[in-house]
């Protein structure tokens, strides 16, 4: 079975443009989270996404957002980009979840994200 | 709130030594997950295990084994015989279930096995 595949795997941009990235899950896998990872505050949570919805949200600006396909892939899209959103972006999908059960999530390798 | 305490930023140990990574949590929720990840220099987070709030027993894959105690919030991870392909950064992670797939990360801790 494949893993969850990430792309592009790097990218650069400028202060004040706007950036979109993908994830495909691992197939059957219907859930799919998003992860930040920076030297200065380590590995948060940005949202997650089930059934095309967003089911949990982390401690980010409006300008963080995503969204979810019908075949459960994912995209997020930073707008306004600051230097501090240098980093590296982590998607993470799993089977399901629910309110009683947290499923295993496994993570692709990353899109390195870099703000001039 | 959610907590993971990773004390050790970073061990440095002689190739075959045993090493014990800590991993310190805080909840109040009584149904909550506990994993732990590799993170090799490519980046990718690899899982290793996952373990929920009622099933204390200790768990053992190969060289590796999981020490989990609710009496002292504590999921403790030990490489035995520690290799150099064990060098990576170690993560522990907690979830609550009520809050699904959210995984609140430790701020890791650095391996460097020595040949």
């Known amino acids: 079975k494949a893993g969850v595949t990430q792309t592009p795997r790097y990218l650069i941009k400028t202060r004040g443009q706007q950036v979109t990235l993908s994830c495909s899950p691992i197939?059957?896998?219907?859930?799919v989270s998003w992860y930040q990872q920076t030297p200065g505050q380590g590995l948060q949570f940005l949202f997650e996404y089930f059934s095309e919805t967003q089911r949990n949200k982390g401690n980010f600006p409006g300008r963080f957002s995503g969204r979810q396909f019908s075949n459960s892939r994912s995209e997020m899209n930073v707008s306004t980009l600051e230097l501090g959103d240098s980093a590296l972006y982590l998607c993470a999908s799993s089977l399901v979840g629910s309110k009683t059960r947290t499923d295993t999530q496994y993570f692709g390798p990353g899109t390195r994200l870099t703000v001039l | 709130a959610q907590k993971v305490t990773q004390a050790q930023t970073e061990i440095s140990v002689v190739e075959k030594e045993d090493v014990t990574l800590d991993c310190v949590y805080e909840t109040r929720d009584t149904t909550y997950y506990l994993f732990w990840y590799k993170q090799p220099p490519s980046g990718e987070l690899v899982f290793l295990i996952r373990r929920n709030s009622f099933d204390e027993q200790n768990e053992i894959s190969g060289r590796y084994s999981w020490n989990f105690q609710k009496s002292t919030s504590s999921f403790n991870f030990t490489i035995t015989a520690s290799q150099v392909v064990d060098s990576a950064v170690y993560f522990c992670?907690?979830?609550?279930?009520?809050?699904?797939?959210?995984?609140?990360f430790g701020t890791g801790t650095l391996l460097a096995v020595q040949p």
């Open positions: 197939s059957g896998h219907r859930s």
């Open positions: 992670a907690l979830s609550e279930a009520r809050a699904t797939n959210k995984l609140i």
